[in-house]
């Protein structure tokens, strides 16, 4: 009798503790980091500063390969090792670990394996984003700034312990900042702002309602976080 040949099944790991930043490129991410960084927090990361991110990426490249694989085919054998590893990094460090996310869709993956998930979600402009991408050559990105964004809203309404900032606001040094990130438990240091590293600021470029609406929105949730 002929024996089948079944693929074993590989289960996620569980994370203990994930601290997550997300948010689409050019939205503030790296600043986010930084602030969670003066609060103790060490986040995953192997590629180097440049000119336009002077203080890092704060970004692994095989976390941000993972996230566009998980989106398109979401929790296959080979996804779920590669998904392992980044936990058992996560799970191992003794200090506070992060991950930076930029196809924020993918979080929802960490989120069915957390035990105690903690997410802080950056939007900007999305004249100010898209006209800052064309700065760096980047025409197109994996997900829209329209997509992506949404993506946060249903990521922040099913996160219970999450934020919505904005980097307009984080860039000013509101006072609502430090605030906001007290309510996950960090006490950030907001001296780290630099005002002037601000790349892109009121872009005259054109986008669709659309983006206008749920940018208005996205103001709105920070708003209610902000009270």
Known sequence: ???KNEKKEIRPFILKNGIFVAGHPRSGTSLVCQLLESAGVNFLSDIKPDKYNNEGYFELSSAKELEKRLIDDAMTNENIISLNKIVKTLNDTKELSGLKIVHIP????YNHIAKN???????????????????????????????????????YEN??????LSYESIIEGKSCVKKAFKKLGFNVDMAVIKRGSQTQKNSKLVIADEEIKLYKLLKKFEKQICK
Do not use: C, H, Q, Y
């Not at 993918?106 to 993956?109: D, E, L, T, V």
């Not at 402009?125 to 994996?142: Q, W």
């Not at 996160?159 to 919505?164: L, Q």
């Open 1 to 3: 009798m002929a024996i």
């Open 106 to 109: 993918s979080i929802f993956f």
């Open 117 to 155: 998930i903690r997410a802080i979600f950056i939007f900007r402009n999305p004249a100010d984003v898209k006209s800052s991408m064309l700065r760096r050559g980047i025409s197109k990105f994996k997900l829209t700034w329209f997509e992506n964004n949404n993506a946060l809203i249903s990521a």
């Open 159 to 164: 996160i219970e312990k999450s934020i919505i």
